[in-house]
């Protein structure tokens, strides 16, 4: 199986900086894409961003020019570095992963167990 670990998360200022990793780990053939999505408790999950294997990435308007994905695929890890930040980015952040465990098998859909992002105003 594949588990997704999310860490990085917590309470901070307006205006102020987070990054969060998700490593995955298990039996991985390869990873096509990783992103992160948001949910705010009685609202649908909404992608904040995306990234491909490639490099190919994918934003949110809410958060562009604010945020930046990236991954270290050696690592199978990752990152989301959040700047300045806004009340309204609050939410649990939830990691996203397109994992193939084999190569003759098609990729299925992974999820971290989410990680609290609280910005105070």
């Known amino acids: 199986q594949v588990q997704l670990v999310e860490s990085g998360g917590g309470l901070v200022q307006a205006g102020g900086s987070l990054r969060l990793s998700c490593a995955a780990s298990g039996t991985i053939f390869s990873i096509n894409a990783m992103g992160w999505y948001r949910q705010v408790l009685g609202k649908q999950r909404e992608l904040v961003a995306t990234?491909?294997?490639?490099?190919?990435?994918n934003y949110a308007d809410s958060v562009k020019g604010r945020f930046t994905i990236s991954r270290d695929n050696a690592k199978n890890t990752v990152y989301l570095q959040m700047n300045s930040l806004k009340p309204e980015d609050t939410a649990v952040y939830y990691c996203?992963?397109?994992?193939?465990?084999?190569?003759?098998?098609?990729?299925?859909?992974?999820w971290g167990q989410g990680t609290q992002v609280t910005v105070s105003s």
């Open positions: 990234i491909t294997s490639g490099g190919s990435t």
């Open positions: 996203n992963a397109a994992v193939k465990i084999f190569s003759l098998l098609p990729e299925n859909n992974y």
